[in-house]
């Protein structure tokens, strides 16, 4: 059957216990009920196959394509874990009735160590509940569009856990442009302003009173982006703050500060980048957590 094409048949109820599927295109094909335990389907196509209430046991899935496929196989049936861990389209795996298997699946591979799958199958289970929320009226579709921005495009559920961190660094990048213009073409009585600290040592340097900033193409860039940087850090919690740590680090003792819309951009740049923020650190909490529970496992075996 290599190289079979099956493609949109209905298989419904069939049995293919420990048949060679390798390599065939099963595509929109009905496997509902179907007897697939212990089936070879290295690198077959799968794709928006239905897979509800089939036994899968110790099936084969190694690099198989599972884009779109009804994932609902029979409770404790589940393929062959090492075998599917090198599946492609994991991430897009879906249900229509119960997510149970596809839970089942996660809680397989977080037992083997394999994280980054893990990841995978959490992002189709959330996608998928996602999906369904947006049927569900209006407030459906506001808790839908909730977690589509704050946590599917963030960092797509902790499958890419790097992601806020990458949409920070862009941000404050985007934001150097307004910041720029401002300080070229300062508004009327508004803008970007030195403040020089009341309390700092050399006293002749700058001013007692706030000096609004107006400068030239390149120092403007310059300014902007220092200015977006500390606006991204500018919110900090208990002993953590960063922009602190930032305006410590500048040779002469004053801060930048907004008034009018900048001031607005500022502290919507602030907001948003404090949650990317938290996100970031809980994910170094968690690996902190998990390399410890490691350590201990490992120290223990050896015991």
């Given at each position: 059957l290599l190289s079979l094409d099956l493609n949109g048949a209905d298989l419904s109820q069939t049995d293919l216990h420990a048949a060679d599927l390798n390599g065939a295109d099963l595509g929109h094909t009905n496997l509902h009920k179907a007897d697939l335990?212990?089936?070879s389907l290295k690198g077959a196509i799968l794709r928006n196959a239905?897979?509800?209430k089939a036994d899968m046991g110790n099936a084969n899935l190694t690099e198989a394509e599972m884009e779109g496929v009804i994932f609902e196989p029979r409770a404790?049936?589940?393929p062959d874990i090492a075998a599917i861990s090198s599946a492609r389209g994991l991430s897009k795996l879906r249900y229509e009735n119960s997510p149970h298997a596809l839970i089942e699946l996660r809680e397989a591979f977080k037992k083997a160590g394999l994280l980054t799958q893990e990841r995978k199958i959490t992002y189709a289970?959330?996608?998928?509940r996602r999906k369904a929320l947006s049927k569900n009226g209006p407030w459906g579709k506001l808790e839908s569009v909730f977690n589509l921005i704050f946590f599917e495009l963030t960092c797509l559920y902790g499958m890419k856990p790097g992601q806020?961190?990458?949409?920070?660094l862009l941000l404050i990048c985007i934001l150097?442009?307004?910041y720029t213009i401002a300080l070229m073409r300062p508004p009327r009585n508004e803008g970007i302003w030195q403040v020089w600290f009341h309390d700092r040592v050399h006293k002749y340097l700058g001013s007692d009173e706030p000096v609004r900033l107006q400068m030239g193409f390149f120092k403007a860039i310059k300014t902007g982006f220092f200015f977006s940087f500390l606006s991204a850090f500018s919110i900090g919690w208990r002993e953590i703050n960063i922009r602190n740590w930032i305006v410590r680090l500048q040779r002469q003792e004053y801060i930048l500060r907004a008034t009018g819309w900048v001031r607005t951009v500022s502290g919507l740049q602030s907001l948003i980048s404090i949650y990317l923020l938290s996100y970031l650190i809980n994910v170094i909490r968690k690996g902190l957590k998990l390399i410890r529970r490691k350590t201990t496992s490992d120290r223990l075996t050896i015991s």
């Amino acid at each position: 059957l290599l190289s079979l094409d099956l493609n949109g048949a209905d298989l419904s109820q069939t049995d293919l216990h420990a048949a060679d599927l390798n390599g065939a295109d099963l595509g929109h094909t009905n496997l509902h009920k179907a007897d697939l335990r212990d089936a070879s389907l290295k690198g077959a196509i799968l794709r928006n196959a239905n897979l509800s209430k089939a036994d899968m046991g110790n099936a084969n899935l190694t690099e198989a394509e599972m884009e779109g496929v009804i994932f609902e196989p029979r409770a404790g049936s589940l393929p062959d874990i090492a075998a599917i861990s090198s599946a492609r389209g994991l991430s897009k795996l879906r249900y229509e009735n119960s997510p149970h298997a596809l839970i089942e699946l996660r809680e397989a591979f977080k037992k083997a160590g394999l994280l980054t799958q893990e990841r995978k199958i959490t992002y189709a289970i959330k996608h998928a509940r996602r999906k369904a929320l947006s049927k569900n009226g209006p407030w459906g579709k506001l808790e839908s569009v909730f977690n589509l921005i704050f946590f599917e495009l963030t960092c797509l559920y902790g499958m890419k856990p790097g992601q806020p961190l990458v949409l920070l660094l862009l941000l404050i990048c985007i934001l150097t442009i307004p910041y720029t213009i401002a300080l070229m073409r300062p508004p009327r009585n508004e803008g970007i302003w030195q403040v020089w600290f009341h309390d700092r040592v050399h006293k002749y340097l700058g001013s007692d009173e706030p000096v609004r900033l107006q400068m030239g193409f390149f120092k403007a860039i310059k300014t902007g982006f220092f200015f977006s940087f500390l606006s991204a850090f500018s919110i900090g919690w208990r002993e953590i703050n960063i922009r602190n740590w930032i305006v410590r680090l500048q040779r002469q003792e004053y801060i930048l500060r907004a008034t009018g819309w900048v001031r607005t951009v500022s502290g919507l740049q602030s907001l948003i980048s404090i949650y990317l923020l938290s996100y970031l650190i809980n994910v170094i909490r968690k690996g902190l957590k998990l390399i410890r529970r490691k350590t201990t496992s490992d120290r223990l075996t050896i015991s």
